[in-house]
């Protein structure tokens, strides 16, 4: 559905982002991470045809941006990260304008801003001027302008940034709900945020994709080995001597009666260590698998990155 | 032509709405109708005295004493409240950033440009309306009805104030700032007006007379007088076509630059 090509973009001497390629299937949400300035704004700028990349080329539906931009434009909703709206105009007026610039035939148009009102609970404030609304209300209005031709295509930047726990939570389930009707493009710094609501993440850095898979996968392969965290009732120096003498553990390391064992990787030893244990006669009281999350990959690879330039 | 409409409604209603149009016409309709009101008085004092001289004319032509030097005055006063109708067009959307998302939809540069500008065009068209009664009361009085000379000064003076108007969206899709724009569009008329006065024209060079065909208020002279001369109809047009293209191509190029 969405298709990058090596795309760079320069300001003036700048690389913003440097050969970028990622594709996006129809239906999938996809994470699109970095730390501020990677370039996550300026690639979604590139896909939603703001502006042509320097190099390299970006196709929505099969029309590439530099060709056709108004038939990816028909198809694409975009909400900025600050979105900058007519303050001078009221909800409903905004949103049937904004559907008439986007296509919207005019027969449709009225029961079309109806269905966008009801869809992001905006029938409190339809008759408000927009710069009169909260941050929240106003990131429903922006969401309220992207869907208003009801496009295949959602480009977010940021959409719950600034916004309060319950109406993060409201825009979350929102996105979530469309997954399978239209492809999604989310960028965010929030990271459990991806793990929730998307099916394949891409990370960025310094204009350069480190990262794409799936959102479960992503961390594979960057794990040297495979922890697994235990607690144990029992004499610890015991019970350390005897989770040692397993075959393929690499070390063991306790605190107390908790102990965090690496063995080697892609071996999943807790059945040994379990059986192990128990036959000791020691108390088995909890044990998980610690795999890295979100935001140890993310760390890693951005981190790793810069000392790598250093 | 849908998003041209929706456009032009949108900056038609902003006009409404805000207080700028208003004061510019204000402005506009009390320093037109002094003017108007001055050379009228003028015209009657000096035909009192023409009719007490048998050896003078009896009568003086309206046109040439009230419209011809109102129309031409006119110039000064479009010069200076035209350009704050343009300034905020394309400079307010860059500085607010509302022109990000316009930049994503499926709408055409030119489509932006023209619905502004005909928005824009709107208000002159009730400003040059406004004038109209005073007119009509002028001819009441003289009891005549020279109705042809009067109408080629208002196609003059629109055809100007669209010059005017067209100049200054392309300034303001060049600039981020409504102020700056306002004062390089000012810069930039006086710089048309006086442009024909750079060589004098009685030097006899042919640069002289080339730069005075470029003077954008030469070019009113022939419509006051009552003449339409297809060489003034042409520059004007010419004018307006250019800065329009240019005001579209100013936005392709900024996209371009990011």
Redesign the interface.
């Known amino acids: 559905m969405i298709k990058i090509e090596n795309v760079t973009?320069m300001?003036?001497p700048t690389v913003?982002v440097k050969d970028v390629s990622f594709e996006v299937e129809k239906g999938e949400i996809l994470g699109f991470l970095g730390p501020n300035g990677a370039g996550k704004t300026?690639t979604m700028r590139v896909i939603?045809?703001?502006?042509?990349p320097t190099l390299g080329n970006a196709y929505v539906a099969g029309h590439s941006v530099l060709d056709a931009p108004?038939e990816v434009?028909?198809r694409?909703g975009?909400v900025?990260e600050?979105?900058?709206?007519?303050?001078?105009?009221f909800v409903k007026e905004y949103i049937r304008?904004?559907g008439?610039?986007?296509?919207v035939p005019k027969s449709e148009l009225k029961s079309r801003v109806d269905e966008i009102i009801e869809t992001c609970a905006l029938q409190s404030v339809s008759e408000k001027s927009i710069g009169s609304l909260s941050k929240g209300f106003k990131q429903r209005v922006a969401l309220g302008?992207a869907l208003v031709n009801d496009p295949p295509v959602l480009i977010l930047d940021e959409p719950t940034s600034g916004l309060d726990p319950k109406q993060i939570h409201e825009i979350r389930s929102l996105i979530k709900s469309m997954e399978g009707d239209r492809t999604i493009i989310l960028s965010t710094h929030i990271l459990p945020e991806v793990s929730m609501t998307c099916s394949k993440v891409v990370i960025i850095n310094e204009g350069v994709i480190v990262a794409a898979d799936t959102t479960e996968n992503i961390g594979r392969g960057l794990t040297e080995s495979h922890q697994v965290e235990l607690t144990i009732g029992g004499d610890t120096a015991r019970v350390k001597d005897t989770i040692s003498g397993l075959e393929g553990i690499k070390s063991v390391s306790s605190s107390g009666n908790r102990f965090i064992v690496d063995s080697e990787k892609d071996r999943d030893l807790r059945a040994d260590i379990a059986r192990k244990v128990v036959e000791g006669g020691f108390d088995l009281l909890e044990m998980r698998s610690h795999s890295m999350t979100l935001e140890d990959v993310f760390l890693k690879l951005v981190t790793e990155e810069e000392g790598v330039r250093q | 032509m849908r998003n041209i409409a929706e456009i032009f409604k949108r900056e038609a209603r902003h006009y409404y709405t805000s207080p700028i149009a208003y004061v510019v016409i204000v402005i506009f309709t009390a320093v037109f109708g002094f003017l108007y009101f001055r050379n009228l008085t003028y015209y009657s004092q000096l035909s009192y005295q023409l009719m007490q001289n048998p050896y003078y004319p009896q009568r003086i032509d309206l046109v040439m004493a009230v419209f011809a030097p109102l129309f031409s005055s006119n110039s000064i006063i479009f010069l200076l409240v035209i350009p704050p109708l343009s300034m905020r067009l394309f400079a307010e959307e860059k500085k607010s950033g509302t022109i990000e998302l316009m930049f994503t939809y499926p709408v055409k540069d030119i489509q932006m440009v023209l619905g502004k500008w005909l928005a824009s065009i709107t208000i002159l068209f009730v400003m040059l309306a406004l004038t109209v009664p005073g007119v009509f009361m002028a001819f009441k009085f003289a009891g005549s009805w020279e109705w042809g000379p009067v109408l080629a000064g208002y196609l003059g003076m629109f055809l100007m104030g669209v010059s005017f108007l067209s100049l200054g969206i392309l300034i303001s899709a060049v600039s981020e700032n409504q102020i700056v724009a306002l004062i390089i569009s000012y810069g930039a008329l006086l710089g048309f007006w006086f442009i024909g006065w750079a060589i004098d024209p009685n030097s006899g060079k042919k640069i002289a007379d080339v730069l005075t065909e470029f003077s954008i208020i030469q070019h009113l002279d022939n419509f006051v007088k009552g003449v339409i001369d297809t060489k003034n109809v042409l520059y004007y047009v010419l004018f307006i076509f250019t800065c329009v293209f240019l005001s579209a191509r100013v936005l392709e190029s900024k996209r371009w630059r990011g």
Do not use: S, W
């Open positions: 973009k300001y003036g913003a300026t939603t045809g703001y502006f042509p108004l434009k028909r694409i975009y900025p600050t979105p900058a709206m007519y303050n001078d105009m304008y904004i008439a610039l986007k296509g302008q």
